[in-house]
């Protein structure tokens, strides 16, 4: 077995550029919208989902206005919904939980940052069970896994809110992706590496906020399955409607000459070859 002080994370660069942010920008733009009133609010109903636009240079935060609740979250460029958050990557990059100033990356052959955390009022760290809050582990709750384990057909899981909310943009439930799981807080057990939650720590007007780093589509469930203080499924499981609330959705327009040198990223620099190139001259 490896010393587990030899034990570095994998995703290193060669170029100490790569993944370094300037901290000072997003801070300012964090500030700038303090005191501001949104331009935009929208209120997603408990056990539902909406679907919404956020243009590059604006900041969006994601509300947990009534209490504790968890939100499952997708992105995709808004004018090529191809271009979508890549969750597994992203961690890689990261970690297993999100925290501010990480940005969300999205799939090849993209790869760049969607958009970039500015403030997090949960900033729950890990805690003794090594778990931690805004969610890169798991995924949406879906109808498909929710009657394999019970046998009963649940319409508002997070994939099918997802899937109503993108109808409109003339996307259906193949463009739903694994999510960000905002204000949930997981982990995996010591003994078998099983994912568990805990309870969720957000308390009325907690807030997850982040800058669009291009045009974005978002998507955000209220998951049915609410604050996660009740078991689910198994044995135990209960209704979990009682504990179920809504979240709000805001808009903000930070100010602008913060983004004189800021630049909307560009796709990675691979060419896309794959090789095929060298195969054809043989
Ligand atoms: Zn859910």
């Known amino acids: 077995m490896t010393d587990s002080q030899t034990i570095k994370p994998l995703y290193s660069p060669t170029k100490q550029a790569f993944l370094q942010l300037e901290k000072t920008l997003y801070a300012n733009l964090h500030e700038s919208v303090v005191n501001e009133s949104p331009v935009e609010c929208i209120s997603i109903s408990p056990r539902s989902a909406k679907a919404w636009q956020v243009k590059a240079g604006q900041i969006c ?18 004018h090529n919904p191809r271009e979508r958050f890549w969750a597994s990557r992203t961690r890689q990059l990261y970690g297993a939980h999100i925290n501010t100033y990480d940005q969300l990356w999205s799939v090849l052959p993209y790869l760049r940052p969607m958009l970039t955390v500015t403030h997090d009022t949960i900033n729950y760290g890990l805690d003794s069970d090594g778990a931690g809050c805004h969610d890169l582990l798991g995924t949406r709750c879906d109808p498909y896994i929710h009657q394999m384990l019970t046998e009963e057909a649940l319409d508002t899981c997070c994939h099918s809110n997802l899937t109503r909310a993108v109808l409109p943009y003339h996307l259906d439930e ?7 799981n905002i204000f949930q807080v997981t982990g995996l057990t010591k003994e078998t590496e099983q994912y568990f939650v805990k309870p969720c720590p957000a308390q009325a007007g907690d807030y997850w906020e982040f800058f669009a780093e291009q045009d974005l589509l978002c998507a955000a469930s209220a998951c049915p399955h609410g604050d996660m203080s009740l078991p689910i499924w198994g044995d135990s499981a209960v209704d979990t409607a009682d504990i179920c609330r809504s979240i709000e959705i805001q808009i903000f327009n930070p100010d602008r000459t913060l983004l004189k040198s800021w630049r909307e990223p560009e796709p990675a620099g691979y060419a896309g070859i794959h090789g095929l190139q060298a195969s054809t001259e043989k």
């Open 174 to 180: 193949r463009d739903v992706h694994d999510v960000i």
């Open 61 to 78: 935060r994601i509300v947990a206005d009534k209490g504790p609740q968890v939100v499952d979250v997708n992105f995709w460029n808004l």
